[in-house]
Nanobody, 113 residues
Framework: VQLQASGGGLVQAGGSLRLSCAASGSVFSAASMAWYRQAPGKQRELVAFISRSGSSTNYTDSVKGRFTISRDNGKNMLYLQMNSLKPEDTATYYC???????WGQGTQVTVSS
């Protein structure tokens, strides 16, 4: 599986971005997926997780109520809708199939205050 993330950019605090991840290969619909992020000088952090069917999701506390993870198995796509962005959300965001240990190349999100 190859994972290609996109949608990052520069946004002001309070703004929104939608990250997308295109997955190649036939295993996408059989894999749970996640978004991780890593800020400079900080450890990599699990941001959001979604089950294979999309029926179950989990979020790290700092993004609950602001971020929404979703997937479209018919299109092999994973999404992260990010609202009410804060400067502390600034990081490189990675699309991941955690149980398969597949990682995308990352997309940079920068939130200015």
């Amino acid at each position: 599986v190859q994972l290609q993330a996109s949608g990052g950019g520069l946004v002001q605090a309070g703004g929104s971005l939608r990250l997308s991840c295109a997955a190649s290969g036939s295993v996408f619909s059989a894999a749970s997926m996640a978004w991780y992020r890593q800020a400079p000088g900080k450890q990599r952090e699990l941001v959001a997780f979604i089950s294979r069917s999309g029926s179950s999701t989990n979020y790290t506390d700092s993004v609950k109520g602001r971020f929404t993870i979703s997937r479209d198995n018919g299109k092999n796509m994973l999404y992260l809708q990010m609202n009410s962005l804060k400067p502390e959300d600034t990081a490189t965001y990675y699309c991941v199939a955690p149980k398969l240990n597949y990682w995308g190349q990352g997309t940079q999100v920068t939130v200015s205050s």
